[in-house]
């Protein structure tokens, strides 16, 4: 236990020295440019960071949620698109790794990813649908042992940089909109055909338009069940470490208030000024913040290891409206604290340039609320608790 701990504690070291050596120089630029963080993910891959979730049997580090959700954090507070995209392929890994160790054919492609350091992107959304991912109108069709499956996407981050998509559709033609699989096809299995530009307010250097999807390959490529799959681990991973990201993202701003706030004390000694009781208040919200992530990350990971993989309680009702209520209230927790840090700096946050930037973190922070928008989840909630029977 205390070496696995060890090395959890020295990947994150490592990924926090190269957070500060590679992605923190770039991050102006990849927002500019709208461009993908390349240089982040070439020292990533180097430091197999991308296998960090694929359990040791199959050659990663079988990295527990909360160190995942620490990487994600640690990147957050320096590039939000690098934290991203690192943060929606773990997904994908954790899906697979969880739902697909039992199929010979992704237990060998747990390895490849571990080898070949392998990208994943997800494709969720779809033109007309939007963002209810439990929903498809895509659907696969099979022949024999062989599948096609075409989409039209309306989002798909680092689509043009990705090894391998995850993609959910209908189970066949004739299947109802919420009878969904998730499949894997890998580079050479796909094509993308751009469908638009990604030049958005911010989340910039995910890359991220929309794509017509085509696509083939076996049968054993798909993963049966995405109910039981998205209750029990892509929405809770999902939601666990987006809001990471976002307490990073949060915990910067706040830095950078805090080094305005010092310096103004240090100009005037003996007196406390007005901007530190708003770093106070600021900083109370981010320890809520904090607080909220890291409880709900020990409660999911007490729940995993039960013998059943707490199957029941991932799947229940209470545990829905919590991983919803855990998305909302740290999307908008998160919006305030970056515009409360905003406040704080004044000018300085203001400007694009100088130590006290916030203009970044502000642009990428709003993306949370929209990223499966809050109103659909309080929409979902709103249902959920007419029957829910607890608190
Ligand atoms: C940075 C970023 C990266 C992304 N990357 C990917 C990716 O890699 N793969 C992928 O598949 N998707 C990706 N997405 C898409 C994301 O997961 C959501 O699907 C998308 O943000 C939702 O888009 P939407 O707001 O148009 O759609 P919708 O969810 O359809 O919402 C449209 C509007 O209607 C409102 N609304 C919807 N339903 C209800 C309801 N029931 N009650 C009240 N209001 C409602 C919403 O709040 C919103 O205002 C990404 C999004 C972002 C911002």
Request: glycine share 8%.
């Amino acid at each position: 236990m205390g070496s696995q701990t060890d090395a959890s504690a020295a990947r994150l070291e490592r990924i926090t020295e190269l957070a500060e050596r590679v992605t923190a120089p770039a991050a102006a630029d990849v927002d500019r440019n709208a461009r993908f963080p390349s240089e982040s993910f070439a020292a990533l891959r180097e430091a197999r960071v991308l296998s960090a979730g694929v359990p040791a049997d199959f050659g990663g580090h079988g990295a527990s949620l909360t160190e995942l959700a620490a990487g994600c954090s640690i990147l957050g507070q320096h590039c939000s698109a690098s934290a991203m995209v690192l943060a929606m392929h773990h997904i994908q890994v954790l899906c697979i790794a969880r739902h697909g160790a039992s199929s010979p054919f992704f237990r060998t492609y747990l390895t490849a990813i571990a080898r070949e350091q392998r990208l994943i992107a997800s494709v969720t959304s779809e033109v007309g649908i939007g963002g209810d991912m439990r929903t498809s109108l895509s659907a696969v069709e099979t022949t024999g042992s062989r599948f096609t499956l075409n989409k039209a996407a309306s989002t798909i981050s680092y689509g043009a940089q990705a090894d391998d998509l995850l993609i959910t559709a209908r189970r066949d033609p004739s299947a109802p909109g919420n009878d969904q699989v998730l499949v894997l096809v890998r580079r050479g299995e796909f094509t993308l055909e751009r469908a638009g530009v990604w030049d958005t307010l911010g989340m910039r250097g995910t890359c991220s338009p929309g794509f017509k999807l085509q696509s083939a390959g076996g049968v054993e490529q798909i993963l049966p069940a995405f109910g039981d799959l998205a209750s029990a681990t892509m929405v809770p991973v999902s939601h666990a470490l987006w809001t990471s990201i976002w307490l990073g993202v949060a915990t910067d701003a706040v830095g950078r208030a805090r080094t305005l706030v010092r310096a103004q004390a240090r100009k005037t000694p003996g007196s406390v000024p007005p901007t530190a009781l708003r770093l106070a208040e600021v900083t109370t919200k981010l320890q809520l913040l904090r607080q909220a992530i890291k409880g709900f990350i020990a409660d999911y990971e007490a729940l995993i290891v039960q013998p059943d993989g707490g199957l029941d309680t991932l799947s229940s009702i209470g545990f829905a409206l919590r991983v919803n209520q855990l998305k909302v209230s740290a999307s908008e927790l998160a919006v305030e604290i970056v515009s409360h840090a905003l406040s704080i700096c004044g000018i300085a946050g203001y400007r694009n340039d100088g130590p006290q930037s916030i203009g970044r973190h502000l642009r990428d922070i709003y993306s949370s609320i929209l990223m499966i928008g809050n109103d659909r989840l309080h929409a979902t909630n709103a249902a959920l608790l007419l029957v829910h029977k607890g608190d």
